[in-house]
């Protein structure tokens, strides 16, 4: 039987999280705003089924790495607290996760929306 009081408990846990990550993270902020103006642009472009569902996609794979890369350098924070070699290493690779991810969602993005930019000129 499902609890719904350990539920509801459960949501604002994690609300409370990507809340933290969103005040506390500059780059969780421009993802979120860029996210916010690629769906308006997908709802003026008229996109298709499954062109929002890979926006959707890519737009969530983004912000998930994003809390992940947060939530791993607190940890690293924690464990060692003073900077350490292996420490700034990692915390670089995950931020070059991120960076990689960023990059590949923007491709991602013009590769569904230029045929539909395109076919506006083209009329």
Known sequence: ????????KSFKHA?????????????FRIHCLAGAFVLIFSV???????EWVIIFFLISIL??????NTALEKVIDIIKPRVH???ADIKDILSGA??????????????????????????
Not at 63 to 68: F, S
Not at 98 to 123: D, K, N, Q, T, Y
Request: charged share 15%.
């Open 44 to 50: 003026i472009l008229k996109i298709s089924t499954l």
């Open 85 to 87: 070699e292996y420490a």
């Open 63 to 68: 912000l998930i790495l994003e809390l992940i």
């Open 15 to 27: 609300g409370r999280g990507i809340a933290s990550v969103y005040k506390g993270e500059q780059n």
């Open 98 to 123: 991120v960076l990689v991810s960023a990059l590949m969602c923007a491709i991602g993005v013009l590769i569904v929306f230029i045929p539909h930019i395109l076919e506006l000129f083209v009329r």
């Open 1 to 8: 039987m499902i609890n719904f009081f350990k539920l509801v």
